[in-house]
């Protein structure tokens, strides 16, 4: 099956420009989630989503940040406008069910510099 | 609050040398563990994963890890490394009730031929 897939793989804007990151999942998945790293940092939880419903999102930083799963298939993560802190990978990860012995399977990621 | 630390941030090994890479968790209640790798260049990836049962679990490519409650760890062994093991490791803790992860700060492993 194809894996997770995100677009861009690198994107590189300038402060308070906006950007729009995108994530596929698996098909099937029901389970989306994004996660990002900045530079030195863990991973983090952005947030979660259940098929089109937001399940969590306790972990965006600011409502600079919107994140959309319209029909329940792709997602994409806005940033507007961006700023420097906003720079790191964003990761998106999929699974099938959101319980602890199912797998989240994980994009390549896209790394979002903000100069 | 839940959290998770890796106790090493690089690490450089020789091949044939064994590998253990120290996590430790902060949570009172059940907890599933993962480790995660990231190949340059590649996805993460599961490694393994202890959700219930035996204690030591076996994973891909050789790797191992063992669940020990009474020290709130689970640490990543490998008893001979490869120069293909060259990566990131993360170790992670799920929350059940979430669905999210929570990550380490991951170690990375060199390996010299």
């Known amino acids: 099956e194809a894996g997770v897939t995100q677009f861009p793989s690198h994107s590189v804007i300038e402060k308070g420009q906006t950007v729009t990151l995108r994530c596929d999942p698996i098909?099937?998945?029901?389970?989306l989630y994004w996660y990002r790293r900045v530079m030195g940092k863990e991973i983090k939880f952005l947030l979660h989503?259940?098929?089109?419903?937001?399940?969590?999102e306790s972990g965006m930083p600011n409502n600079r940040f919107l994140a959309e799963r319209t029909g329940g298939t792709y997602s994409t993560l806005k940033v507007q406008p961006a700023e420097l802190e906003d720079s790191g990978v964003y990761f998106c990860?999929?699974?099938?069910?959101?319980?602890?012995?199912?797998?989240?399977?994980f994009g390549p990621g896209t790394r979002l510099t903000v100069l | 609050a839940q959290s998770v630390s890796q106790h090493n941030h690089h690490v450089i090994l020789s091949e044939a040398a064994s590998l253990e890479l120290g996590c430790n968790y902060s949570?009172?209640?059940?907890?599933?563990l993962f480790w995660y790798v990231q190949y340059p260049g590649q996805h993460l990836q599961l490694l393994l994963k202890y959700f219930s049962g035996d204690p030591l679990v076996k994973g891909i490519k050789g790797f191992e890890a063992e669940f020990i409650k009474s020290k709130f760890s689970f640490n990543l062994r490998k008893p001979s490394v490869q120069w293909s093991d060259t990566a990131e490791y993360f170790c992670a803790a799920f929350s059940g009730n979430t669905g999210k992860l929570i990550f380490g700060q991951g170690t990375t492993l060199q390996v010299k031929p």
């Open positions: 990860a999929s699974s099938r069910q959101a319980e602890s012995t199912d797998t989240q399977y």
């Open positions: 098909s099937g998945h029901d389970n």
């Open positions: 949570y009172g209640g059940t907890v599933n």
């Open positions: 989503f259940v098929k089109e419903s937001k399940q969590d």
